[in-house]
């Protein structure tokens, strides 16, 4: 309810044992629809990974390009060339954590189906260092912002048959969104949340920052509209996990209906009849505004 329905005034924590083992290791695919299509059935397959995370294309090649040590980089990518992984390669991190005899058969499991469908295991070293820069690209979205560039993401959730048509348009709305104003975006799309019947479709952007404020929140305003109506018109979920807020609210009866908007209505004025719990979230007013 994102708070519209009262405040949370006590929590229960679950403690959980460290693990014995966890690791992380790094596949690539030779092109994208052979990935889906493994990622796919190691889903399926049940397997107790910790983390799946397949990068398309370009944020394969973004990953590649802002990893550094370029001669080893080099050394990968002549390997990988050999292995049939050129241009258009894909790659999948996987993780495993629990009890060494688990992980270690889910391991064997998942790079068993991995190599069954084109899949190059490049062993650990890639995943720990993803590992130790996961939560790197927080900072270094600030860092941008002083350079002058502005990084922002959108997130969907849809069955596996959309799940390369929404990346697609998508990423299309993004690069495109801008061009009004003369201005290029850099997009691109990983898996990280990944289901038997589906995945979510997980797309950066990254674009100039003009300097001056109005113009700057203009471009995102006209960035976000985009890829959110991207998003509806091709049936995914405006909250998957980032949430409605008030950012996404326009579209959230794109999802609901004219029913399901109605019944949110009836039960936000039943607990909360004065509105006084975060106001302007998930819903837009009478006015049409958030």
């Known amino acids: 309810s994102e708070g519209r329905l ?3 005034t006590e929590a229960t924590v679950r403690v959980t044992r460290l693990p014995e083992r966890e690791a992380f290791h790094a596949v690539f695919f030779p092109d994208w ?13 049940k397997l107790p ?8 294309p370009l944020e394969t090649l ?8 370029k001669k080893l980089i080099g050394l990968l990518e002549t390997y990988l060339s050999w292995r049939g992984c050129k241009e258009g390669k894909c790659i999948l991190m996987l993780g495993v954590s629990g009890q060494k005899a688990t992980t270690g058969a889910a391991l064997k499991s998942a790079l068993a189906i991995a190599r069954a469908g084109g899949g190059v295991h490049v062993g650990r070293a890639m995943g720990d260092k993803w590992k130790q820069n996961r939560y790197r690209n927080v900072y270094l979205r600030n860092a941008a912002w002083d350079c002058g560039y502005a990084i922002d993401t959108v997130e969907t959730a849809v069955d596996w048959p959309r799940v390369t048509p929404m990346m697609h348009a998508v990423e299309q709305a993004a690069a495109t969104a801008l061009a009004g104003r003369r201005e290029r975006v850099h997009a691109y799309t990983h898996l990280s949340h990944l ?3 589906g995945a979510s479709v997980y797309t950066t952007f990254v674009y100039r920052l003009s300097g001056n404020y ?3 929140l203009a471009r995102w305003t006209v960035l976000k509209g985009a ?14 996990q980032h949430g409605v807020g008030s950012d996404h609210a326009p579209y959230l009866e794109a ?11 009836a039960l936000f004025r039943h607990f909360d009849p004065d509105g006084l719990m975060n106001p302007g979230k998930l819903l837009l007013d009478e006015g049409g505004r958030p």
């Not at 890829?227 to 998957?240: D, K, L």
């Open 6 to 8: 009262g405040v949370l």
């Open 33 to 45: 629809e052979t990935a889906e299509e493994a990622v796919r059935e190691v889903v399926q397959a």
């Open 49 to 56: 990974l910790s983390m799946l995370r397949l990068s398309n």
């Open 62 to 69: 973004t990953m590649l390009t802002l990893a550094g040590h």
């Open 195 to 197: 289901y038997a019947q």
């Open 214 to 216: 109005e113009e700057d």
């Open 227 to 240: 890829v959110s109506r991207a998003i509806v018109e091709n049936g995914g979920t405006i909250s998957h």
């Open 255 to 265: 999802e609901k209906g004219a029913l399901g908007i109605g019944a949110m209505r």
